[in-house]
C-alpha cells in the first residue's frame, strides 16, 4: 500500500516562495504521474501540475509562469515550488498519484493528507 | 480549459434515497472522467474512475456516461455518505474539476 505525505513550512511570506515535498514509501516512483492539486480554505479542488517520472511536466496554465514541480527518484520525493505569493495561495495543499498506463483513464488513486498552507505577513 | 459543470451545486436527502449527481464537460472528454468523495477536514477518495469503473469501494456509488455527460449514482444513501462530491476530467490538461455537490442530510 502506497503511502504519500505532504511536508513543507506552514505559513509563508507574501512575495516569497512557498516549497513543498511529497515523500512516497511503499511502492515505486517508476511508471507513475505524481501530481499536485490545492484547496482554498472553504473552496473546491485546483489542480496545480504533475510530473512523470521522466520528468516531463504539465502546469496549470493559472499559476504556470510561477510554478515548478520536481522528482527525485533516488529519495522517492517530488516537490513544488510556487513563487510569488500572495494570500490568495492560502490553501491547503495534496499531492497525488495517478496511474500513466492509460487504459483507466487516468485517476488520483492515492492521495497525501494535505498540508494548510497559510501565507501571511 | 476544459469547464466541469456539476449539478446540483447542493442537495439535502434523506437516509435509503437514491441520489444522482451530474457533471458536463464543455467539450468531449471520453471516459476521463472520475468521482471523489471529500468529507470535512479530510483527503479526497475516488469512487469511480473511467467514468464507470469502481474504485474499493461499496457497490452502492455507481458511474455512467462518455463523451460530455456523466452521472454518479447513490443507489441507497448511508449515514457516512453524507459529504461533499466531485467531478475530475483528465482528457486535457489542466485537469479541471468539477465545483463539487455538497451532499446533506433532510
Known amino acids: 500500500q502506497v503511502d504519500l505525505q505532504e511536508s513543507g513550512p506552514g505559513l509563508v511570506r507574501p512575495s516569497e516562495t512557498l516549497s513543498l515535498t511529497c515523500t512516497v514509501s511503499?511502492?515505486?516512483?517508476?511508471?507513475?504521474?505524481w501530481t499536485w492539486i490545492r484547496q482554498s480554505p472553504g473552496k473546491g479542488l485546483e489542480w496545480i501540475g504533475r510530473?512523470?517520472?521522466?520528468?516531463?511536466?504539465n502546469y496549470n496554465p493559472s499559476l504556470k509562469s510561477r510554478v515548478s514541480i520536481s522528482l527525485d527518484t533516488s529519495r522517492n520525493q517530488f516537490s513544488l515550488h510556487l513563487t510569488s505569493v500572495t494570500a490568495a495561495d492560502t490553501a491547503i495543499y495534496f499531492c497525488?498519484?495517478?496511474?500513466?498506463?492509460?487504459?483507466?483513464?487516468?485517476?488520483?488513486?492515492?492521495w497525501g493528507p494535505g498540508t494548510l498552507v497559510i501565507v501571511s505577513p | 480549459d476544459i469547464q466541469m459543470t456539476q449539478s446540483p451545486s447542493s442537495l439535502s436527502a434523506s437516509v435509503g434515497d437514491r441520489v444522482t449527481i451530474t457533471c458536463r464537460a464543455s467539450q468531449t472528454i471520453d471516459k476521463y472522467l472520475s468521482w471523489y468523495q471529500q468529507k470535512p477536514g479530510k483527503t479526497p477518495k475516488v469512487l469511480i474512475y473511467?467514468?464507470s469503473k469502481q474504485s474499493d469501494v461499496t457497490s452502492r456509488f455507481s458511474g455512467s456516461g462518455s463523451g460530455t455527460d456523466f452521472t454518479l449514482t447513490i443507489s441507497s444513501l448511508q449515514p457516512e455518505d453524507f459529504a461533499t462530491y466531485y467531478c475530475l476530467q483528465t482528457y486535457n490538461t489542466p485537469w479541471t474539476f468539477g465545483q463539487g455537490t455538497t451532499v446533506d442530510i433532510k
Open positions: 511503499g511502492g515505486s516512483i517508476r511508471n507513475y504521474y
Open positions: 473511467a467514468a
Open positions: 510530473i512523470y517520472d521522466t520528468g516531463s511536466t
Open positions: 497525488a498519484r495517478v496511474p500513466s498506463d492509460g487504459y483507466n483513464k487516468y485517476f488520483f488513486d492515492s
